[in-house]
């Protein structure tokens, strides 16, 4: 399960999977908010760029109700899976500080981190655990995916300006979420959704409940687990 694949002679490992679908999302997002939703009608678009700790932020919510479960077995760290997870434990350990089902703790891990960006948080402790744990997911980034772009030429989709901080697509994924976003959501999905059951089965009871929970707004068509 450390890589999935979702194109012919393409893998993916789950943290590249996370980000292509917060591109996918935000892309989608910007669209909406044209008068035309054409991407061509906004060439500032023409490639997708957005910042390196606002894909964190959104990784955290893909891998919030992962981690609240059993996930892999702690004994093994030293796989290839969980080095490019190295931010894991200290989410879990946010995690663990958070009662309710999911979707309740991770309502108020939103409000607590909003404030903690802003330096509102009372609780000083806990800013900095939040901090921390962003700063650990934006190396693991930084150092899997990013990395990859001068390692392998087939994994080549991601690359990383360090003067504005942000992620620029590149390559054919990039016109394949400007052009063909909502499909390729709905696929990146998919594979989300495997991943969500395979590592935490205890989280939902059908698949008719996981649509309805957490991916209510993207089923067009079923899916096959």
Known sequence: MSEIRIFQNQKFSILQ?????????????????????????????????YGLREIAQILIHYFWPIFQGPFIS???????????????????????TYDGNWEESYSRFKNELNLTLH???????KGLQIKSCLHSIEQAILKGPVSSFHKSIEQ???TFLPKTKTLHLIGEYKDIILHESNDFLLALKNH?????????????NSIDELKEKIYWDSFKSEINI
């Open 119 to 125: 330096n509102r948080l009372i609780d000083q402790k």
């Open 156 to 158: 080549n989709f991601i």
């Open 17 to 49: 999977i996370a980000i292509l679908r917060a591109y996918c999302e935000l892309t989608i997002q910007e669209k909406t908010k044209l008068p035309n939703p054409s991407i061509e009608t906004n060439p500032e678009s023409s490639r997708p760029e």
């Open 192 to 204: 989300w959704l495997e991943l969500t059951l395979k590592w935490n089965p205890n989280i939902i």
């Open 74 to 96: 702690q004994s093994e760290a030293e796989t290839e899976q969980n080095i490019k997870l190295k931010f894991r434990k200290q989410l879990t350990n946010i995690i663990s």
